[in-house]
């Protein structure tokens, strides 16, 4: 049985989780939120070392941006990988979030075991809520006009495209959805939305009053940017490199917003509870197993 | 059959209103609109006065703010009512938004026919759709959690409340209605959210992560802001006084947001819509009469 | 405070408002349950005069299809209202469904106090649910082809029409409501419904797989059965007179379903239920007046 | 270019879809509907063997019940496998549904190629629809409550229960869904059903006023139907072998419907056209390919 859980780096979703962790009967330590943060009741580590006592450790998403230093906005001095690694034993569990291939290596080197979480699917699933809403919550405030009686088209049909085309629908847009599969044109439709190939997107592009990509490969490019109506809006959520073609959007004037994770910009707490909820899944596996 | 119409005063919506009315076939004159935004080809009055020769004259919402000046936040010089009432003749027809007793009263002294199409049943319910989706744009900005999943109260069960009600609930929220009578319980029930009698908010109050009040009076006081969650989020739809004890809010540290005239802001382009369909149903009437 | 009622007369739905009622703590006595039904261990009494010893007697929905009898379809022997007004005395109060101008007169007459309970607003809001549900069941059973992606039309926009839209939409079908008024017309559409006027339902009857009616007037006559498709199908669920030309219905061989009272057929003890909270609001409105 | 096509044997759907391919320019003929039906103005077959001269023969869902004669309930006199066998040649294409093993192998033995339709993704999508509305219809019929505020259960959360699920949401049901994965699980929550596990079915039995079951394992054992309310309801849609202890169910006299291929018997007409958009498709990459 696992009692004690470090909670390193990250914003406010982390502390989310740590709270709810202590809440749930853990040990918590927290490290990284000395500035400009509340951290309550919370016991805080003096140094990183001392936060690496607990059995296991949870790392942010992203566990680490540049491989340097452990994504830590509210911490008052940067937390350095080397030193987590000099100080962190074999014993230990990192989970961590959204890890980059060289970092994966080094843990593999270092003979730490790390899980990365934000692969699982329930998190996945869960995360396209936050998201959709955040889409929803841009489109609101970037149209003149209502998402009622809109014509929005959603590009992909995998979680954030399901959950965001439900919400348009009841908010009673007129949803277009593209996909590629025969399987997933059939399942548009049987949502009550009209459903068109990814591959066509550009011939049906002048239709729209807003475009919400969740596709991360260039499924907007100089056509479909060309034959959009110049006061349509772009919503890209998809991950890098995006849906559109930047300097073919630039060099025709469109109003593109790239939003990129949104879960934790548009509702940490939320985010939190659902990282929460997965480590527990992580954890209870664990124990099973 | 009515063939000249001018638009004086207003903001996006006069202008939307303007551009409808051009395409739909009417000679349209617009007066006010030569500060910070684009009438593109529309005919433009040289003056107030010359604004007035056509058949019918169209005010905004408000029509005037201080019964001294027209609503014109375009116009480079501010357009004056007694200048107004000393060149329009007695053969027109005025459509005016929200005019208040005073003004009434001076446009019956003056024998100048004049319709306040802010009252009209149609223009009211279709307002309610950019309200509510107003008041959910500041939920989702405002509030540290999704919508899905939150616990969300709607005071009141009129147009605003019933089409909010039917939003919150297909995001997923779980929804609490507050009305008064029997009737109106048995609807919100009908319909899948909670109901409360609107005279025990306080009761519940501790019970929501948002409240949103349509009710025009004070529904919500001290005690129910004293139950309050203190994170909690009060975004108050309801036109003057509103519904919130201010005083106590203030002294309790309470989040309130005092959304006013939604429509206008968040939705100018649909707002002017509306009130296009209401004054074509204004015109057809009077036709057919 | 009342503590003893007596249910008199009705099918399952009376049987259910008596157990929900002992269930309260009531005295319950029933009568008029001696034929093919089980009654449990509610006290049934041996005759009509015995059952009326209650403070309360509550009769069915309708009360007497005659005026001579009470409607008693699960009594050995019939009730007479005769009987009932002879034995029962001055201070009782009695519970009526749907009671008759001269049933109204008649008790008015022999100074016994009489409420229709049938009128409740609330009453009526809550039967349009199993009302709505029952047209649904009845499409679903006898069209060849699914909700989904039907045409249908809902003739009329009060409670039943209100529900069975938003019914209808959610299970996909292509949704089209008349209504007389402008405020209704801008609800359909604020639902995602399509909105014609009541007066030109003929001139639309073609487009239609399926068409409800609640409005209890010939809305459907000569030219909209002729116009309609030789499939489609009319489920009415208006009140005597009901709202189609059956006449012309016949003689042009379409398809027509008259279905009354489907709260008590489809779904008696939900039906039951709404009684049962209809009558404990008439009561505690007593003792609080 | 494919242009001749046959549709042999099949009931209602068949002859929908014969008919939505000769109005899309199809030379079609049909047999095995000379028993009370009306094939209207397709061409008939005089024998099998005539039917068998197009490029592409249609056999219906299933090909054959018995592996001896094509399933043609509309047939005055049977049509047998071994002269289908004879006359075909070896140049044509068979699109057959729901085909045995032993049928699969009698194709691939004689030369004659064969695809089976059943199979396909966007098919079996699109035969949910009906599925949950036949399943919805059951209900509704059989239960002496409404569907508004009854508690169901749906086990399985694959295409049916996913479709079964938005439905009696959007009825109003309280709705549990049972899964075997944290996906699925969090997918169910995400929608607004409550989520449980599929191994944990018999602890929650007792809940619930109807149950669903869409997955072809015994789910519902012995102690999840002691568990059950006596009155509850228990549809079950899965093909065999069903998901019920049908001995227990028995010996506990509980109330099971088994409700097997409900698109042909609920929605033949809709159910036809499927077959007809899955026929086109299957055609359409013969050509591209």
Not at 110 to 130: F, Q, S, T, W
Request: with cysteine; aromatic share 6%; net charge negative.
């Amino acid at each position: 049985m696992i009692k004690t859980v470090s909670v390193v780096g990250g914003d406010l979703r982390a502390l989310t989780l740590a709270e709810l962790l202590e809440k749930d009967g853990y040990e918590v330590i927290v490290c990284g939120f000395d500035k400009s943060i509340d951290t309550g009741e919370l016991r805080t580590a003096k140094t990183l070392c001392d936060a690496l006592d607990s059995e296991v450790i949870v790392l942010p998403i992203p566990a680490s941006g540049d491989g340097i230093y452990i994504n830590a906005p509210y911490a008052e001095e940067k937390l350095s990988m080397d030193e987590f690694f000099s100080c962190i034993g074999p014993s230990k569990l990192v989970l961590a979030g959204h890890v980059s291939k060289k970092l994966a290596d080094r843990f593999a080197a270092e003979g730490v075991a790390c899980i990365d979480y934000y692969n699982r699917e329930e998190l996945m699933v869960k995360n396209a809520v936050p998201t959709a809403e955040g889409a929803v919550e841009i489109a609101l405030s970037e149209m003149p006009v209502t998402l009622y009686g809109s014509s929005a088209l959603v590009i992909g049909y995998g979680r954030i495209g399901k959950i965001l085309t439900s919400i348009l629908l009841a908010l009673g847009a007129k949803v277009t959805v593209s996909a590629r599969r025969l399987g997933d044109i059939a399942w548009i439709e049987s949502v009550g939305a009209k459903a068109i190939y990814t591959d066509s997107v550009a011939a049906y592009a002048g239709n729209f009053d807003v475009i919400f990509n969740t596709v991360p490969s260039i499924v907007i490019g100089e056509e479909a940017l060309a034959a959009m109506k110049p006061e349509a809006l772009v919503i890209d959520l998809a991950s890098v490199p995006g849906g559109v073609d930047i300097e073919a959007a630039k060099s025709l004037n469109r109003r593109i917003i790239w939003a990129l994770s949104l879960p934790g910009k548009t509702a940490p707490i939320s985010a939190g509870r659902i990282i929460k909820d997965t480590v527990q899944n992580i954890l209870a596996e664990l124990e099973v197993g």
